[in-house]
């Protein structure tokens, strides 16, 4: 049966989250538009400077989060890189050459990176020898630190309800630096500008939570201008640290978004009366990176992620579409326990070869790179936030396991998440009349691989179960 809703869309319409994508700070020549990062999980060095040059780049992808680089504690697990011992640029994901090389070609391909530092504590192990041969104890770093650069509260933090606990004590036992002194500071300072002359433009401060705002601004003031500083403040619910409080030093991830979108493409469940409501207690656009999934989350249940392929290649092409933050992609590899690393020879992680670039697969096996970045309905949702720019976000239906919104007068999207058997459903659109690519649809051998008609300012569809339906001003017929 078809439905009528009668949409007058730009009239009745209500206009959401104005503003948007532009001037975010992340961009370059790219896209000036519109900007987008992606984590490349455990990518090693080389092959991060291979895939900035030959996908990133010409994909208009603007940066990319890769591991941190420092010295790590021993191990085959892939968070022995959040246990550093030393500052040296030496890890299981490659040299200080090869770490430098990889900044250059990212830069030469018009992408910036970003460096994860691990600045908030060193290691757990009481003692041990780092990868690249580093003697340490657990509160001992030779040339760096020594027993009073710690915080000493005793034990780890159990309640995050207690600000000075989450603050001054171990987080999962890991030493935890006392960055109100001047020495570690320093010390830290000394380290993001050695990244940075190797060419990196920016970081995501693991774990900054743990840093007490005013300590974490008193470092990042001093880095040079233009350095992007993106923090990982984990939003929990009645905690006394919220991400907002450290606006001060640069950006978030908002994890409440991620929540929503596990939400919405895996549980299938609705969950606002309005388009607008979803970004309730959300952090404002222009401090946000908006994401899917990342390292963490990918482990936890908490997100939309690869073992539920076709929900991830939704829940991404409506972050891409959204106006709301500055979106992050995630590009994993399978994993068949938490702790597992991707495939290495002789404790050097291995170059990525990803499994397939054609899109989202039914399943993946353990060690798969799945390289989700690449997948063409992703790339082309890239080209579809460039072509809408920051026009605004008009509501046309959020009933009956539809969600659709236009970008006003130049992109249109529906997702289908209800169970419904094939419908045809119309709207009212500001597009212009004409044929467009469905860029969801998109194959790696065709661009078009489905059009959808613009007739009289309206589109009629047939939506069931998963249906997306994405077109743009910028791919027509
Ligand atoms: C490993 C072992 C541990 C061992 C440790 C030391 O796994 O068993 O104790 O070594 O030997 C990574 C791995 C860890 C690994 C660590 C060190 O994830 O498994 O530990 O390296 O090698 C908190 C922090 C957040 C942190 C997160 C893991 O606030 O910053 O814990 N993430 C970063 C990185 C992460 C990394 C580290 C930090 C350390 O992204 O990869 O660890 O460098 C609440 C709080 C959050 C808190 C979680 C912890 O979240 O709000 O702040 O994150 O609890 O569980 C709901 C709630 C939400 C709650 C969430 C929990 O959503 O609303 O509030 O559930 O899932």
Redesign the pocket.
Known sequence: MAKSLKLTALATASLLALGGCAGLGLGNSNSPDSEVGVQLFMWNWDSVARECKEVLGPAGIDWVLVAPPQEHIQGD?W?????PVSYKIESALGTREQFEAMNKSCGDAGVKVIADA?I??MA??ESGIGFAGTEFSKYEYPGLYSAQSFHDCGGQIYD?TNKDE?QNCE????SDLNQSLPEVQNTILAYLNDLISLGVDGFRI?????IAAEDLKAITDQLPEGIQVLQ??????G?PIQPEDYFGSGMVWE?DYM?NLRTLFVDKVALFDTLESRLAGHSPSEKTISFVS???TE??Q?AVNYQTPEDFAMATAFMLADSYGEPMLLSSYAFDS??AAPASSEGIISDVSCVSGEGPQSSYSANDWICQHRWPSTLAMIKFRDFVEDSPMIELQNTDGVLAFEREAKGLFIVSLSEQTQEVFEFSTGLPDGIYCNAYKATVAEACAETVEVVDGKVSVELGLNTVIAIHIGAKK
């Not at 987080?171 to 890991?174: C, E, M, R, Y």
């Not at 693991?206 to 743990?210: L, M, P, W, Y």
Request: no cysteine; hydrophobic share 35%.
């Open positions: 697990q968070w022995i890189h959040y246990q691990v908030n504590h757990a192990q995050y989450v987080l999962l036992g890991l693991d774990a900054a939570k743990h990982e403040v984990i939003r929990g619910g905690e994890f929540r990342n390292h963490d482990r936890n908490q938490y702790d």
